[in-house]
């Protein structure tokens, strides 16, 4: 006898994908306080760590990855993942404020743009370099 296959869930497969935690990066909001100097600083700049990738010496702070050596992170900056992280990054993030404008209390402002740049670990040491000098 041939039974029927059930299929209750069809098409729920976006659901699925949306849901799903275990490649889950960073928010917008969250990378955009990482983007902050003190904070990028301390990122670009880990203490060894043998459990993740490249013993956490090399970190895309706009894509919150960690990369195996330097010639890769380099490569990951001229992907396509990566400029379109840095075009998402450009706006400012959407804040409380901007909630209380959309809901009547204040003028409405339309969010700026502002120009965001990889943050080059050679770039961050060699400036730190400068301080010290």
């Known amino acids: 006898m041939?039974?029927?296959r059930k299929k209750y869930h069809y098409g729920d497969t976006h659901l699925k994908k949306k849901?799903?935690?275990k490649r889950r990066t960073k928010?917008?909001?969250q990378i955009d306080e990482d983007i902050k100097?003190?904070?990028a600083e301390k990122l670009v700049n880990q203490e060894v760590d043998y459990d993740k990738p490249g013993s956490a010496q090399f970190y895309c702070v706009h894509c919150a990855r960690y990369f195996i050596d330097d010639h890769a992170l380099h490569?990951?900056?001229r992907t396509k993942v990566h400029k379109r992280r840095l075009k998402a990054l450009e706006l400012e993030p959407y804040t409380i404020e901007e909630s209380e404008r959309a809901a009547g209390f204040g003028n409405w402002k339309a969010p700026e743009k502002r120009k965001i740049e990889t943050i080059d670990p050679e770039a961050v040491s060699e400036s730190k370099k400068?301080?010290?000098?």
């Open 75 to 77: 490569e990951h900056f």
């Open 37 to 39: 100097p003190e904070n």
């Open 27 to 29: 928010d917008l909001d």
């Open 130 to 133: 400068m301080k010290i000098a």
């Open 19 to 21: 849901w799903r935690t």
């Open 2 to 4: 041939v039974y029927k």
